[in-house]
């Protein structure tokens, strides 16, 4: 990919998760980006290719992410806690708008979402889920591939707002308790002990 196109994938990038997708037009993406729209088609055939390839570029930013952390030597527990974390933050910064956007407006490019994040997310678990066994932190007799389908499964709920309406529910802190769920189900008595002591030194 070459340096103008990647600058302007990045940019757009943020501009859709600051305002939302289907409020800007080429037009305005262009005149937000401070580039002609010439350029702009010269990268991109229409709206719906800038869009699928802004969300397989920020697949490929959570995925590099995530590895990093996985990479960085951290007990299983921790390792959860500090993916959660990233996750939270890239939600953060995210416009309310952006699911139902690409869900209605994008289709081809939230299946390609939905599909990266889903395989990446299953890996990430399952992985995790062995790693905490073989420390002892995770129970010894789980089923790997029963509880990754059901972390899976959870984590479609929290996106669901008939299940957690956004007026009712911060997407953040139910990603917390979901993280606080899926560790306390699968933990060891040396993992709740562990889970114990973080929390009795955070409180501190």
Known sequence: MDIKKKDILEQALKLFMRLGIKSMTMDEVATQLRVSKKTLYEH???????????????????????????????????????ITRFIVGQIGQMHPSVQFDLQKYHPRAWEIMEHRERDDIYSCVSTNLRKGVVEGLYREDLDAEVITRLYLARIDSTWDGRVFPPERFSLPDVLWKHLEYHIRGIASKKGIAYLEKKAKKERA
Do not use: Y
């Open 44 to 82: 991109f055939t229409d709206k719906n290719d800038l869009v699928e390839q802004a969300v397989t570029m920020i697949c490929d930013f959570h995925r590099d992410t995530i590895t990093s952390i996985c990479e960085r030597g951290l007990n299983a527990i921790d390792e959860n806690e500090e």
